[in-house]
């Protein structure tokens, strides 16, 4: 039985200078693979909690993955660490040493200093992992039935070394048990109210699927995860309960897939060959990003005009200057005319355009901190809806954002 | 000695379907107070693992923080535990059961279930947290000199509590050392370079001045973190340490506060009482929604044209259809063109345009994934760059973003 740990390494994870996205990587990638992550461990750049954290890892698990602190600076000490904890000696590796070189000569164009080739020596003990996205290689070490692996904390080179070193090599030589999930969202029902409705299919559930219930911005994510032996059966299962689960939220159910909103919509505009400008005041370009974030996104969506100003509504959106005096900029009024003015500039078949005050600060009389007007529509339509959102300025731009795809994907249904 | 451990709970974390930015902000707030954070773990939503987890973070840490695992539903189990652990016995709260009847009845307009009423259950023995942004209240217990704190997942709630609770009370019931943490940030220069230059200085300082190493898309922040009993003493050894280290990376020091890129920029536009527009082709609104995130930023940034099909760049940037159709949308003609287009209509002091190709696909020949062209200026002049980003599609779009906004920096310098 496979049991995975993983341990991040640096004090900037104990300031919370850096959030750590590599675990939650990582661990994505292992549950797809069928390895299950136990606990994920932070400690900071110092040799006694590390020593001691490998000592306690290695009594939960059988399988302890370590990123960060392998940089070229005085202050990474993962590896001379590493090395004294498997008692190797540390020798300069020929194909980590030529990878370096070449690196710094062909690609960097700058000298090699002895710093540098230094990123090359490695314990004699272990199993080197080329780093074929950087200077630093991977280790991976093999004692009394368990194995550890140390990978840098650069993002982009640990996910080169997982994909085509470490999952490898854990498929390879463990018997993995399957994991399936299945997971769905909705959206307009809180926690307690979906728990409600589903009580007895909940109940009814065998000990190994669990469900779990993901609250994110307005939404609820449910998750059912299965782990067994026979991969079939267990897909035959699971699907029968998610197909059970997805009746009983028929009402509030946007899809069936572990994918966000934006993908959602996404999906929507490309099956109608339809696309989508946005026009956008407070939420500042987040709702294009969003977008534009899933690849291939130019064949649906043509842009957005980001209006933060007046005269930018104003000149690029058309909005009437005595709308804008007379009703404010966050007003139904204006997102209308903003819609508008984007359909006609950018002639696609479908627009968002969204206004709102996203704090902290800029509350008017009879429109506090987070009052948002959203439109969304097509040249036959527009609909429009006020919200207000009582959260800080990050949360409120992505509520209206998440809102205001919805809307768009209801509008299109 | 105050030494602080966080617990968060949850499957999703262990299964990589959310990256837990609860303990990043947990531990930023911690270290301002001087509260020092010596590991973070994160456990699945499993009895024996959660309390065997207690028991060892008990031994690790006199102050043990936990979030997670507190909502209405069936999957959270820590309340339960909580109980048994510290032996208690669970009671209705009068306030708690105040608060989740008010938001019920006035906020949500929805009818208490008796699910929501257990929420206002806590053990008999603890300090309840009253929680002024949603249902579930905190849980402070003390046994053996340790303090042990539940709150919920939700990061506003947690903020809330933190903010509100659970900080003011560790002030009061420890004595805490002074931590003091100095940040810059360089452009341009890779880490082992910065190592080499600053080799001297590095083992000049003395035990309880720490420097790290922060890398991060193109750019290196460089902190010194200090520790000790005397605040003023502490803060003057460690400006003095600073002032050096900012002489030996002079000519690649962007800012010598811990802030983003975006945000040295936007200082310098408001300190020349200049605005901004951006016309963004591959970076899809994400320069804008970098710039907007920062409060306040509609003094100085007027709008984006996010112009991703060329069609938005003719119709809202004037782009000319022929040195489209000849020299394609990613080349330094379009981004001039584009540059001029977006101060001719949104009429800023400065402008930035972007236009490239961040993968997976739509590689030319001539211009692989990767290829970017960034043009930065006024009326007078627009300086324009060709970059090469080697990465995956998000990792481009940051870089894009950086290096943009880094060229608009040393145009106004």
Redesign the interface.
């Known amino acids: 039985m496979i049991k995975t740990t993983i341990i991040t390494i640096?004090?900037?994870?104990?300031?919370?200078?850096?959030?750590?996205?590599n675990?939650?990587?990582?661990?994505?990638?292992?549950?797809q693979a069928g390895i299950?992550?136990?606990?994920?461990?932070?400690?900071?750049?110092n040799w006694d909690?590390i020593w001691q954290?490998l000592d306690?890892e290695s009594r939960h698990a059988n399988v302890i993955l370590i990123t960060g602190g392998l940089?070229?600076?005085?202050?990474d000490i993962t590896k001379p660490l590493l090395c004294k904890y498997f008692a190797g000696t540390l020798r300069t590796d020929a194909e980590a040493l030529q990878n370096v070189k070449y690196l710094f000569e062909e690609v960097?164009k700058?000298p090699v200093?002895d710093?540098?080739v230094r990123q090359a020596e490695v314990p004699d003990n272990c199993t080197v992992l080329q780093n074929k996205r950087g200077?630093a290689p991977g280790m991976l070490f093999e004692r009394s039935g368990k194995v550890y692996v140390s990978m840098p904390g650069?993002p982009?080179e640990m996910q080169g070394m997982m994909t085509d070193d470490v999952i490898p090599f854990l498929k390879k030589n463990f018997t993995l048990p399957f994991i399936i999930?299945k997971?769905l969202l909705t959206f307009g029902i809180?926690?307690?109210?979906?728990?409600?409705m589903i009580q007895d299919f909940?109940k009814g559930l065998p000990p190994h699927i669990?469900?779990?219930?993901?609250?994110?911005y307005g939404m609820v994510?449910l998750?059912l995860?299965a782990t067994g032996p026979d991969k079939a059966q267990l897909s035959k299962e699971v699907m029968e309960k998610f197909v059970i689960l997805q009746e009983l939220i028929r009402g509030y159910l946007v899809t069936n897939e572990?994918e966000p909103m934006e993908k959602v919509v996404a999906k929507l505009l490309s099956s109608n060959k339809a696309?989508l400008?946005?026009a956008?005041s407070c939420?500042?370009?987040?709702?294009?990003?969003l977008?534009?974030?899933i690849?291939?996104?130019?064949v649906f969506?043509?842009?957005?005009?980001?209006?933060?100003?007046y005269?930018?509504k104003e000149?690029?959106l058309q909005v009437n200057h005595n709308t804008l005096a007379s009703k404010g900029a966050v007003s139904e009024e204006v997102v209308r005319e903003m819609a508008k003015g984007a359909l006609a500039?950018?002639?696609s078949d479908y627009t968002i355009a969204v206004s709102g005050i996203m704090?902290?600060?800029g509350g008017l009389p009879g429109k506090p901190v987070g009052t948002v007007w959203i439109a969304v529509g097509n040249n036959e339509k527009l609909t429009t809806q006020r919200f207000h959102f009582r959260?800080?300025?990050?949360?409120n731009?992505q509520l209206t954002a998440v809102n205001a795809l919805n809307m768009l994907r209801v509008f299109m249904l």
């Open positions: 640096g004090d900037e994870l104990l300031i919370g200078q850096v959030i750590d996205s675990s939650a990587w990582m661990a994505q990638q292992l549950n299950a992550v136990l606990r994920r461990v932070a400690v900071g750049d909690q954290c306690e940089g070229p600076t005085a202050d960097f700058r200093t710093r540098n200077t650069v982009h999930h997971t809180g926690e307690s109210m979906i728990a409600d909940e669990r469900l779990a219930y993901l609250p994110n994510r998750r995860s572990d696309t400008c946005t956008e939420t500042g370009g987040y709702i294009a990003q977008i534009t974030s690849p291939g996104s130019s969506y043509d842009g957005s005009v980001v209006s933060y100003s005269k930018a000149d690029l500039n950018i002639k704090g902290p600060d959260f800080d300025r990050q949360k731009i």
